[in-house]
């Protein structure tokens, strides 16, 4: 039986497509499964459990935030897979429940594991005497004077701690006999982990130390019972109202966030009821008579925002304890450092990157070919007398980014700079907002976007004198401008002196300072026609099939949960058409459903590097791969964000190296990957695939870059 799609539907019956937040959070069981990979180094095991918790976290900040929303607002407006809002929290709360679980399993397993090296966190029990007096002076000397203790009463409410943030609660007699409440946030500033002397390597928490000796900062209260809890607050900047100036929005909406509802309460299991019911109360996840309900029935807490944690809480803070203190002392415990090189052409030429440019297309893929490569032709171009202009889209960059450094430089010697700033980049607004008043001071042009659409697009446009001429010289990249993820992430990095690439990229930049939507002649850009030229191409896909010639299509994402596009992709599946999906996280589309989409394939690569870059490609009556195909490089992955309420762009690769370095030594190689794969089942499960020994990213390690 072949299931009917009309053309152009938005819907299919719910039973068609995975739920988006359950899909999220089997991305994050996969990375958490590699923690268990006896492959890996043990340290880069203990790194995926961070990761995971990490991830895990954003998630509940995140993604249950905006579900919460919707409950509180009584929004039952049904998933595409047909589920509420609440029906979704449950589900969510269910499997993240059993996430915590396996990761504390592991936490467990991965110390048996580091003890075999000597290497342990250990308790305030467990310290020799020697090193409780060096606990003991590490506490009265370094954390003493850093942290504030509070009591809490009618007089002194409960402080605010931030997302993510840790706390020591404690219960107390007083002199008079009665009872009181104190608290110790532990700051973000402060280490969570201490290296203890002595033989081997011993670290102990900065929480166990508090608990150890909270009695000094209470000298007239009798402490009777101690614990620790974290919290984790909504982190979404979707605000209600909006404001004409979007800096003004992002820093009101920080504002807010600093004080948002909490979304996830962690407690230590072997924290008291009433310490629990104390700060459940506290924080407002319980009311007075909720609890005075449980305490005459003799009921723990159980409600969605709480979980209790049995070996160590904030599990995502272990990376301090890698990257800090165990990495530099046991490399052998690490995965090794791939060493980058500059491109053999760019070498050659003495470092002319505008001749290297001007001569053909080149493409490099991070983290294999070095970030320094973008930075040094952004730098180059600061200071050549002969570049008149240069704009860029900034959408995530780092603090003292030299990129932005090399753009005041260009500003300062005279040259029009025009740098489009997303203030909206989750987790970077208030760095972004600082990088925009640094820019501003040294002449820089700024914009900060459109209301209501993020930038999302990855984009610089060199403008030169040559001559007579006037060359455009433009970067467009699947990834951020941001050195630390170009180490880390898997993107590409396209630099073209093509004048039709360059003057569409001017018309988007144009688009983005005057709100005049661009007439492209090459780009693809939404949210104007990005989704229908996707359409046209599988179209013509669709069309191939039924004339018997090769129909095949090939994608690389990071998410694909846009409904349109899926019901376009099961279309083509229906037409006889191939298609090999390569989506690392959510993927809502349900492959080798018979009559739907048995000539699908969906699998997921989770790996040393983070897989990142989003490639299209369309055989256009070839069997794939093929010189005549259609191959795309975008910022874009395939959600409705992306086509509807971002600002991205689609780039034709039509340099012949470069077009066989995208399709075959990119593409090509992630789907015939084994050793870091998972197959996607019609049932939703992701089954790691047999490993016969081809590893893409080791491949891409040992292999040069074709067009550098």
Not at 19 to 29: K, M, V, Y
Not at 270 to 288: I, N, T
Not at 341 to 361: A, N
């Amino acid at each position: 039986m072949v299931i009917e799609i009309t053309p152009g539907s938005d819907k299919l019956p719910d039973s068609l497509y995975f739920n988006r937040e359950l899909s999220d959070l089997a991305f994050i069981e996969r990375v958490l499964e590699e923690s268990s990979n006896e492959r890996h180094p043990l340290l880069e095991r203990l790194r995926f459990l961070s990761i995971s918790a990490m991830v895990l976290d954003q998630f509940y900040t995140v993604r249950v935030a905006r579900l919460r929303h919707k409950i509180n607002k009584g929004i039952n407006r049904l998933s595409v897979d047909g589920l509420t809002p609440t029906m979704q929290l449950q589900k969510v709360n269910r499997y993240a429940d059993d996430l915590l679980k396996s990761q504390q399993h592991s936490w467990m397993q991965i110390q048996k594991l580091l003890a075999e090296y000597d290497i342990s966190l250990v308790l305030t029990t467990d310290l020799s005497a020697d090193q409780l007096n060096f606990a003991e002076d590490y506490f009265h000397k370094h954390l003493m004077s850093v942290l504030s203790p509070f009591i809490i009463d009618r007089e002194h409410p409960f402080p605010f701690i931030p997302s993510a943030g840790i706390g020591v609660v404690a219960q107390g007699k007083t002199q008079s006999g009665g009872i009181t409440h104190l608290l110790v946030p532990i700051p973000p500033s402060v280490p969570r982990f201490i290296l203890l002397p002595g033989d081997g390597t011993r670290f102990i928490t900065v929480e166990s130390l508090i608990i150890r000796f909270i009695q000094s900062f209470f000298s007239d209260t009798e402490i009777t019972d101690c614990g620790t809890f974290q919290i984790l607050r909504d982190n979404d900047l979707a605000l209600s109202e909006m404001f004409d100036d979007l800096r003004q929005m992002v820093e009101t909406g920080l504002e807010q966030r600093e004080r948002a509802n909490v979304i996830r309460l962690k407690f230590v299991s072997d924290m008291s009821e009433d310490a629990r019911y104390f700060v459940a109360e506290s924080l407002g996840v319980l009311s007075k008579d909720e609890i005075d309900i449980m305490r005459q029935n003799n009921q723990s807490i159980a409600v969605s925002e709480y979980v209790a944690i049995d070996e160590l809480i904030g599990l995502s803070s272990v990376m301090q304890l890698i990257s800090k203190s165990l990495a530099p002392a046991f490399p052998d415990l690490t995965f090794s450092v791939h060493q980058t090189e500059l491109p053999t052409r760019i070498k050659k030429s003495g470092g002319d990157y505008f001749s290297v440019i001007r001569e053909r297309d080149m493409m490099l893929h991070y983290p294999y070919d070095s970030f320094e490569v973008l930075v040094n032709f952004i730098q180059k171009a600061a200071v050549d007398p002969d570049v008149i202009a240069i704009k860029q889209t900034l959408y995530r960059t780092s603090d003292g980014s030299p990129i932005v450094s090399a753009l005041i430089t260009a500003a300062e010697a005279g040259k029009a700079v025009i740098a489009v700033v997303e203030l909206e980049a989750r987790d970077n607004e208030r760095s972004n907002i600082q990088l925009t008043k640094r820019m501003e001071m040294a002449g820089v042009h700024i914009v900060y976007g459109i209301v209501n659409l993020k930038v999302h697009c990855k984009m610089t446009l060199i403008v030169r004198r040559e001559e007579d001429d006037t060359v455009l010289y433009t970067h467009f990249g699947t990834g951020n401008y941001h050195p630390g993820n170009a180490r880390t992430y898997t993107d590409l990095s396209f630099f073209t002196s093509n004048q039709a690439l360059g003057n569409d990229a001017n018309k988007v930049f144009n688009y983005l300072t005057s709100g005049s939507f661009p007439s492209c002649v090459a780009l693809s850009v939404a949210p104007g026609n990005l989704r229908q030229v996707l359409m046209n191409y599988i179209d013509i896909e669709i069309e191939n099939a039924g004339l018997g010639k090769p129909a095949e299509i090939w994608v690389k994402l990071n998410s694909l949960t846009d409904p349109e596009l899926i019901n376009k992709f099961y279309e083509a599946s229906n037409s006889g058409v191939k298609l090999e999906l390569v989506v690392r996280r959510q993927c809502r589309l349900k492959p080798g459903v018979q009559g739907l989409s048995e000539n699908i394939r969906v699998k997921s690569i989770v790996g040393e590097y983070l897989e990142h870059s989003r490639i299209y490609c369309f055989a256009n009556g070839e069997s794939l791969p093929h010189r005549n195909a259609k191959v795309f490089i975008s910022s874009a992955d395939g959600m409705e964000r992306n086509f509807d309420d971002r600002v991205e762009v689609m780039i034709p690769i039509l340099d012949a190296i470069v077009h066989q370095q995208v399709l075959e030594d990119v593409l090509q190689k992630n789907i015939e990957d084994t050793d870091q794969s998972w197959l996607l089942t019609a049932e939703g499960i992701y089954e790691r695939q047999e490993r016969t020994g081809f590893s893409v990213q080791n491949w891409s390690k040992e292999n040069t870059t074709r067009s550098g």
